[in-house]
């Protein structure tokens, strides 16, 4: 159950498509078209833990009312052996489903074993990935090495590397490592341009001749497809666009990426798309290619630091004076003082399956408590969408509700089990803010000055 969330979603969904399998065999619902099941997290915890609006979208492949259609569906539902508790219909064609406690107990108990590993998925599969940034442009190689961070948790094998163009000295570059350095980028290399003269410009330029993609004008040479014109040869000079293709062509079809990522500002995407273009008549697929445009960064202080500007970056949030990475600091560290002031040396000689997390009951503990089984699923959405946004959105809503229970429940009580378990609970967002902040490579302070 390395991803809670995808494991019970699994689940679900195999309950759900063996009631219909089952209202299907004995005539209840006839449906001759294969239908995929989709399952949604409640925003709402009245509304149970998740849903679906599988009656809903039927309707239109059986000819039944949805409310049938979902009273049909939980007659067959066979819930027996799983998490799921209950599943009640709601309106006139969703279906509400209630998890057993068991699961956010077992979650919780899965985090305080799992600890620095929890949140990491395997996804990738130990895919190359080429994180490549054509310029040598701070803000967007920031955020791109919070998207390869994301990347790296979610099982890709990364590089990070900058391409430079022949007109940067070695002391500007010199100057722009250190500058990287101090916002906590360390670049995997430096790929100089005048590397491609030795022999990958040439052959890539004559590779794509003669497949009938170059068009010849006197002394310049054009690169022509039925959609994408670009000028590759100007009066004997190659132009930037056939230095970007002999780039990529090496590194797709001499060293083997699987996956090229490039980033860069808006301005640049469609050159992205010409050099895209030609990699695919030379044999890439178009799904093994992608431009991300990095976030506008019109609004940050020049003076910014290091971890400000990580989590701004890689937030939806878009105002500077935002405090969000300060609540996310002051939870963790709030929590780690409250550990360090209880009886820490027996929370962590006390074996997780002994904690008795029946005990917490209380709406803020509850509400902490289903939060806590979302970071390896917030790591893999961000790693799919590359939208680091989604996991730093997600340890603000972390904080803001540690705060509450903060706010609501004592810990230092006379009752041993709640507080071992409200204890318990604490080590787990603790475990969950500090591995967030630590794909993100932000800090985690266990004190505040």
């Not at 590993?117 to 190689?141: A, C, T, W």
């Amino acid at each position: 159950m390395a991803d809670p969330i995808q494991y019970i979603t699994e689940q679900i969904i195999a309950v759900l498509n063996r009631a219909l399998t089952a209202a299907r065999s004995d005539g209840s619902i006839t449906c001759r078209n294969a239908y995929e099941v989709k399952v949604n997290k409640t925003r709402d915890i009245k509304y149970g833990d998740f849903y679906t609006n599988m009656p809903i979208e039927m309707v239109r492949l059986t000819a039944r009312p949805s409310d049938y259609i979902a009273r049909t569906l939980l007659e067959h539902a066979d819930i027996s052996g799983t998490y799921i508790d209950r599943m009640e219909i709601a309106g006139s064609g969703f279906i509400n489903i209630f998890l057993k406690p068991k699961w956010f107990y077992d979650v919780l108990t899965l985090i305080l074993k799992e600890r620095d590993e929890y949140g990491r998925v395997d996804i990738g599969d130990n895919r190359k990935v080429l994180i490549g940034f054509p310029d040598i442009d701070m803000y967007s190689i920031v955020w791109g090495d919070c998207v390869a961070n994301i990347l790296e948790t979610a099982g890709y094998e990364v590089l990070r590397e900058c391409y430079v163009n022949s007109h940067k000295s070695m002391r500007e570059i010199n100057d722009e490592i250190v500058n990287l350095r101090l916002y906590g980028v360390v670049l995997s290399s430096w790929f100089y341009e005048q590397q491609l003269y030795d022999s990958d410009l040439q052959e890539t330029i004559e590779e794509l001749d003669i497949m009938g993609y170059v068009r010849h004008e006197g002394d310049d040479m054009w690169f022509t497809t039925d959609t994408h014109g670009a000028l590759i040869l100007k009066e004997g000079r190659f132009t930037n666009i056939a230095m970007r293709m002999a780039y990529y062509r090496r590194k797709i079809f001499k060293e083997g990426y699987d996956l090229i990522i490039e980033i860069g500002d808006r301005a640049s995407a469609d050159t992205f798309e010409t050099v895209r273009e030609a990699m695919i008549c030379l044999g890439c697929e178009l799904e093994h290619m992608e431009y991300l445009v990095s976030p506008d960064y019109s609004h940050l202080l020049e003076n910014i630091g290091r971890d400000a500007l990580r989590f701004l970056l890689s937030s939806s949030r878009d105002k500077e004076d935002d405090d969000s990475l300060f609540e996310v600091q002051y939870a963790y560290a709030r929590i780690c003082s409250i550990l360090r002031h209880m009886d820490p040396n027996r929370l962590a000689l006390m074996p997780p399956e002994e904690i008795d997390f029946s005990m917490l009951r209380h709406p803020a503990e509850q509400a902490l408590m289903r939060c806590l089984p979302d970071l390896p699923h917030k790591v893999r959405l961000a790693a799919q969408c590359r939208q680091p946004a989604i996991l730093t959105d997600y340890l603000v809503d972390v904080a803001d509700l540690f705060h509450k229970f903060y706010d609501e429940c004592r810990v230092r009580i006379n009752n041993n089990d709640l507080m071992y378990a409200r204890l318990g609970l604490l080590e787990a967002a603790r475990v969950v803010l500090a591995n967030g902040l630590y794909i993100l490579n932000i800090d985690a302070p266990e004190r505040l000055c």
